[in-house]
């Protein structure tokens, strides 16, 4: 076996006994690696920029699931809403009603999930509680009819302080259950939770996470993105 089987194998049995799924991010690595990866098994892929991922998508198996994990501008929705599986980082309402009309276009309802901001970094993107609690209520949402919000996702503070980032975990969760019990529309349902990446998955893990976002523990270091 190769490296990267090995380390998807490795963090797959981390999994098991979780209800985590794992997302593989190989944004900027190349075709042959996302092969190698597809070849052990693993079909749900994580990518951050629209021509990247529509180039893999275009020459890579059609069974793979392919995740826009990254700041997605609204200009780009038009090249992954044919085929994308699940976007990760949705963070306005102007976004969300862009990719509701892609969807629209293409006879498909895409899933998303709503970026929360929980990290430190005032430069993270994502919505704060009192932001989605005024959407949610504000009945925008109903007239959506080629969207279905199916989570949250969110990104910790870059740090070593790992009573912070567990906190920080901690607090998407209990935001999770919260909305989650309080809040049921046709195109709106949370069961997943996608928070945790190579640094700081175990963390996640402990509070919930149902997809982890990993990508350097299994392609190794990035030089760029
Ligand atoms: C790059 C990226 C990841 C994966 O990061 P690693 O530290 O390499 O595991 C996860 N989530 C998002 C949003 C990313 O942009």
């Known amino acids: 076996m190769g490296d990267i089987a090995v380390n998807i194998n490795k963090i797959k049995t981390e999994l098991a006994g979780t209800s985590a799924r794992l997302i593989a991010v190989s944004k ?5 690696a996302v092969q190698e990866a597809y070849d052990s098994g693993q079909r749900d892929f994580g990518e951050n920029k629209v021509q990247e991922m529509t180039e893999k998508y275009e020459a890579l198996p059609k069974d793979i699931r392919w995740h826009m994990i990254g700041h997605l501008q609204r200009n780009k929705v038009k090249y992954i809403a044919p085929y994308v599986h699940l976007i990760h980082a949705v963070d306005s309402v102007r976004l969300l ?5 892609e969807g629209a276009k293409n006879n498909r309802i895409i899933s998303c999930l709503l970026q929360i901001h929980i990290a430190e970094e005032t430069t993270k993107f994502g919505f704060d509680k009192n932001d989605l609690q005024y959407f949610l209520e504000n009945g925008e949402l109903e007239a959506l009819t080629h969207i279905k919000v199916c989570g949250l996702m969110g990104m910790a503070t870059l740090t070593q302080d790992t009573a912070q980032i567990s906190k920080e975990f901690e607090g998407l969760k209990v935001l999770f ?3 989650s019990s309080k809040f049921h ?3 709106f349902e949370l069961t ?5 990446m190579s640094g700081d998955y175990q963390y996640a893990l402990g509070h919930g996470s149902t997809m982890i976002r990993v990508g350097s ?3 190794g270091e990035r030089n760029y993105g």
Request: no cysteine; net charge negative; proline share 4%.
């Open 28 to 32: 900027t690595k190349p075709m042959s």
């Open 97 to 101: 009603r862009e990719i509701d009309k």
């Open 177 to 179: 259950d919260e909305f």
């Open 185 to 187: 529309f046709r195109n």
């Open 192 to 196: 997943e939770l996608s928070m945790g």
């Open 217 to 219: 523990s299994i392609f």
